[in-house]
């Protein structure tokens, strides 16, 4: 019996064991497999770092209208837009470069304040997306879990940037594509009440995944943002990807005050 007893005790504490294991598939894959899985998926590390510059056409159409826009990017963080409401024959542009943040206004270059040049320059401003190099970027990356989303599942890791700013970032499970990214993004307003600035809470949705010289980016990404008790629905279609076209850094820095891009 005592036997029988010692037996049955350790095949409990292996059943506990298995039962412990299968409760937790998260913690089998670290936030490194995870990440690393990302990385692959995309197309791996060494033909992301391959890309220097991108020029991205895209189409924002909103319920009531469109906007054309087309946006560059070069690496470290280098980003201008150059958006085109329809019926404009001229582009409004905006940019992040290496010393600051600036906007069009009226015909007038608006300098943005540093809170939103290291928010826009570490969220925006990212050129492979913050799970690549997290560590050396000083960023928090903590898995939470394997979750349902939409008609599948996704890995939803945490995401704490170097300044501070939270990103909630689904990993689909099958893919390991970003499906999507949920946050709050800081806005040029201010609230009169607290001094601080106002927030939007976004949600991106990522499909459409195509390749652009071996790398994979989203066609097709909808957008909901939510501030103010007032939800606005973006929906943006990709027309071309262009990787490695010459971009001088000129390119991002704000034009003459008056001038207009």
């Known amino acids: 019996m005592r036997v029988s007893g010692f037996r049955a005790g350790a095949l409990f504490a ?3 064991s298995f039962s412990m294991l299968s409760s937790l598939p998260v913690s089998a894959q670290s936030v490194d497999d995870i990440v690393t899985k990302h990385i692959q998926a ?3 590390a060494d033909k ?3 890309i220097q510059t991108l020029k991205i056409t895209r189409t924002v159409a909103t319920p009531f209208s469109s906007v054309a826009m087309v ?4 690496r470290p963080n280098l980003i201008r837009w150059e958006q085109t409401p329809k ?3 001229a582009a409004i542009p905006r940019a992040i470069n290496a010393t600051g943040a600036w906007d069009m206004a009226q015909g007038k270059v608006v300098m943005r304040p540093e809170t939103l040049v290291v928010e826009g320059r570490e969220i925006d401003g990212d050129f492979d997306g913050l799970l690549v190099d997290w560590k050396e970027k000083g960023h928090t990356v903590t898995s939470e879990g394997r979750q349902k989303l939409g008609t599948g ?3 939803k890791l945490k995401v704490v ?3 501070g700013t939270s990103r909630d970032v689904y990993l689909d499970a099958t893919t390991f594509l970003e499906a999507q990214v949920v946050g709050k993004v800081r806005l040029p307003a201010m609230d009169p009440k607290t001094k601080e600035h106002r927030f939007n809470e976004t949600v991106l949705v990522f499909s459409d995944w ?3 010289d071996g790398v994979k980016f989203p066609f097709s990404v909808d957008e909901e943002r939510t501030g103010g008790g007032i939800t606005q629905s973006f929906a943006v279609y990709t027309e071309k990807i262009e990787a490695n076209v010459p971009l001088e850094d000129t390119l991002f820095a704000a034009p003459a005050v008056g001038g207009g891009g």
Request: glycine residues 16%; proline residues 4%.
């Open 71 to 74: 946006i560059y990017r070069k």
């Open 210 to 212: 195509r390749d652009v």
């Open 87 to 89: 019926g404009q024959p």
């Open 42 to 44: 995309r197309g791996g």
């Open 161 to 163: 940037t170097r300044g």
């Open 14 to 16: 292996l059943a506990a």
């Open 153 to 155: 599942e996704a890995y």
């Open 48 to 50: 992301l770092k391959a």
